[in-house]
């Protein structure tokens, strides 16, 4: 309580205090009376003094009473007293008289409302997280009708909906979706073993490439690495302006390898994902060669899930070297192009690919 005295007006039976301006402020309330019968509510003016509250009635006693149900507004006008060195505290108290000496304390429930509108949209690492991404690439299609009007494309937020009303996975109520940007975009995906990199020790022999001694590439036999004449330029290609990603048979080596791919072309990132399924992640690695049209339409779902892009089929472009690997991409409507068709080592490149082969055309071609 202020040392000083202070006006509050009781209304009901829980009290809360609200501190006012030093100047006076002007409190208007509208209080319904609906389902509260009369002789329940007591409208009162409470002095605070130093020794506890004492009571003022509002209204003039004997004055006819609001009959239960009727709406009636109450204005309460507080100047406190300014004095020279200190500002006088004022509070304004709703609730009920109880003849205690102090108000009992705020309770955490008045605020449980508050509390229920907050949002948290899942992350990685987190079990509520692990569900959204196992239902949107492998539980779509092992069981459709148990995600009605959901997609492999549905924002992450929506499955997270989903699961927040079933009460399933730990889910919270997730934050509203980023709305999706207007501006298309496209997608670059390669392969890595001789597209982005080169035959170990050929560095000599493959104009363009550049050898990381000491850096292990297990690929083919193993050996130092060599990343291709397109690693090393893939900025000069439309690329630049792309989103971009792997998706490769291999496992792109250990962590010194991927530390290099990924400080030649930045905008990969760093977040790998082994295996064709529950994919959520743009670089994929030990993905078969025969499903990598599938891994890549994974990656294209999980990007527009995540990065709200407005990414067309038609604007994604995959470049392998391995023979047969463009399949499957042309029914999907993406463009899928063979590459390092200047050097070969059989069914495989040699040398890895060219820049001057990253070009941005429509359908699949091949060496």
Same mark, same amino acid.
């Given at each position: 309580?202020?040392?000083?005295?202070?006006?509050?007006?009781?209304? @009901?039976?829980?009290?809360?205090?609200?501190?006012?301006?030093?100047?006076?402020?002007?409190?208007?309330?509208?209080?319904?009376?609906?389902?509260?019968?009369?002789?329940?509510?007591? +409208?009162?003016?409470?002095?605070?003094?130093?020794?506890?509250? $004492?009571?003022?009635?509002?209204?003039?006693?004997?004055?006819?009473?609001?009959?239960?149900?009727?709406?009636?507004?109450?204005?309460?006008?507080?100047?406190?007293? /300014?004095?020279? =060195?200190?500002?006088?505290?004022?509070?304004?108290?709703? @609730?009920?008289?109880?003849?205690?000496?102090?108000?009992? *304390?705020?309770?955490?429930?008045?605020?449980?409302?508050? +509390?229920?509108?907050?949002?948290?949209?899942?992350?990685? @690492?987190?079990?509520?997280?692990?569900?959204? /991404?196992?239902?949107?690439? %492998?539980?779509?299609?092992?069981? *459709?009708?148990?995600?009605?009007?959901?997609? &492999?494309?549905?924002?992450?937020?929506?499955?997270?909906?989903?699961?927040?009303?079933? +009460?399933?996975?730990?889910?919270?109520?997730?934050?509203?979706?980023?709305? /999706?940007?207007?501006? *298309? %975009?496209?997608?670059?995906?390669?392969? /890595? +073993?001789?597209?982005?990199?080169?035959?170990?020790?050929?560095?000599?022999?493959?104009?363009? %490439?550049?050898?990381?001694?000491?850096?292990?590439?297990?690929?083919?036999?193993?050996?130092?690495?060599?990343?291709? !004449?397109?690693?090393?330029?893939?900025? $000069?290609?439309?690329?630049?302006?792309?989103?971009? =990603?792997?998706? $490769?048979? =291999?496992?792109?080596?250990?962590?010194?390898?991927?530390?290099?791919?990924?400080?030649?072309?930045?905008?990969?990132?760093?977040?790998?994902?082994?295996?064709?399924?529950?994919?959520?992640?743009?670089?994929? &690695?030990?993905?078969? !060669?025969?499903?990598?049209?599938?891994?890549?339409? !994974?990656?294209?779902?999980?990007?527009?899930?995540?990065?709200?892009?407005?990414?067309?089929?038609?604007?994604?472009?995959?470049?392998? !070297?391995?023979?047969?690997?463009?399949?499957?991409?042309?029914?999907?409507?993406?463009?899928?192009?063979?590459?390092?068709?200047? $050097?070969?080592? =059989?069914?495989?490149?040699?040398?890895?690919?060219?820049?001057?082969?990253?070009?941005?055309?429509?359908?699949?071609?091949?060496?």
């Amino acid at each position: 309580q202020a040392a000083s005295p202070s006006l509050v007006l009781c209304t @009901g039976s829980n009290p809360a205090r609200f501190p006012l301006a030093p100047l006076g402020w002007a409190l208007y309330t509208s209080t319904d009376m609906a389902g509260v019968g009369a002789e329940n509510f007591e +409208d009162e003016v409470c002095l605070l003094e130093d020794d506890g509250p $004492s009571v003022a009635p509002l209204v003039e006693e004997g004055a006819p009473r609001p009959e239960p149900g009727r709406r009636r507004r109450i204005a309460a006008y507080v100047i406190p007293t /300014v004095a020279l =060195g200190a500002v006088a505290a004022s509070a304004v108290y709703f @609730g009920g008289h109880d003849n205690s000496p102090e108000a009992p *304390p705020l309770d955490a429930s008045m605020f449980q409302e508050l +509390d229920a509108e907050e949002c948290h949209t899942a992350q990685p @690492g987190e079990e509520c997280y692990q569900k959204i /991404v196992w239902a949107r690439s %492998t539980g779509l299609k092992e069981n *459709p009708k148990l995600y009605p009007g959901l997609t &492999a494309a549905s924002p992450l937020e929506d499955f997270q909906q989903h699961f927040f009303e079933k +009460d399933y996975g730990k889910c919270p109520k997730p934050c509203p979706a980023p709305a /999706v940007s207007d501006e *298309p %975009t496209c997608l670059c995906l390669f392969d /890595v +073993d001789r597209t982005l990199t080169s035959k170990q020790a050929l560095a000599g022999k493959c104009p363009g %490439t550049q050898p990381h001694q000491g850096v292990e590439d297990s690929a083919y036999g193993g050996g130092d690495l060599v990343l291709s !004449d397109l690693a090393l330029n893939v900025h $000069s290609t439309f690329c630049k302006d792309c989103l971009m =990603g792997t998706v $490769s048979a =291999g496992c792109a080596g250990g962590g010194p390898e991927k530390g290099v791919l990924q400080a030649a072309i930045p905008e990969l990132g760093n977040q790998w994902h082994f295996g064709p399924n529950d994919i959520a992640s743009n670089l994929v &690695a030990n993905c078969p !060669d025969p499903q990598k049209a599938q891994c890549a339409e !994974d990656v294209v779902n999980w990007i527009r899930a995540t990065k709200r892009v407005n990414l067309p089929d038609s604007e994604v472009y995959f470049f392998d !070297d391995h023979t047969g690997n463009t399949n499957g991409f042309g029914e999907r409507g993406y463009n899928a192009r063979q590459v390092s068709c200047q $050097s070969r080592e =059989g069914i495989i490149g040699l040398c890895g690919a060219l820049a001057n082969e990253i070009v941005r055309e429509k359908g699949v071609k091949n060496c």
